[in-house]
């Protein structure tokens, strides 16, 4: 499809509830979940840039543009967003975490469809039919500034910076497994389950 839009993969957390490790490079069977995500998101969109704070080198090697927290720290998602943006080409960016690599070949156009189904919203949120799936988004580049004055502030609360701007969600309801990630090790059983 290689849709107008950049594709960023947030890799730059601290992985404390997973004991420190930078789960980029999990594998699943047999792969590092960072690769899954590229092979998803390759197809879907030209730009693809990376997020991460430790084994630079290594994500480096794959290809792609890879962009640092300019927040020193592991300061969050927003942090990621904001390195992102900052990186972004296109008018609009659709953040992912490392450890969701069962994106849907649509990924990107569901999202882009529900921005243009809405005009006015500036921030695209998944939502898996029950709830918000607040870091798999799509972000206007042109909000960089306010994130960056809103981080400068000492906030990091998601949902506090998504509330400042209109944001509508886009309906993943038919494929929730989308969002079945790798938060603690007990998640990694459930995660090869829903890949088979």
Known sequence: MNLPVTAGILTGGRG?????????????????????????????????????NRNLDDYVALGYPVVR??????????????????????????VTPCDSPLLPEDYLQRLLTAAEQTPEARIIVAHDGERIQPVHALIA???LNDLEAFLQSGERKIDLWYDRHPWVAADFSDRPETFVNLN?????????????
């Open 141 to 143: 580049r042109d909000l």
């Open 16 to 52: 404390s509830r997973m004991g420190g490790i930078d789960k980029g490079w999990v594998e699943l069977d047999g792969k590092p979940l960072i690769r899954h995500l590229l092979e998803r998101l390759q197809p879907q969109t030209g730009h693809i840039l990376i997020n991460a």
């Open 69 to 94: 927290d300019r927040l020193d720290g592991f300061q969050g998602p927003l942090a990621g967003f904001a390195a992102l943006l900052n990186a972004c080409e296109d008018g609009w960016l659709a």
């Open 184 to 196: 603690r090790p007990a998640d990694y059983e459930q995660l090869k389950a829903v890949a088979r």
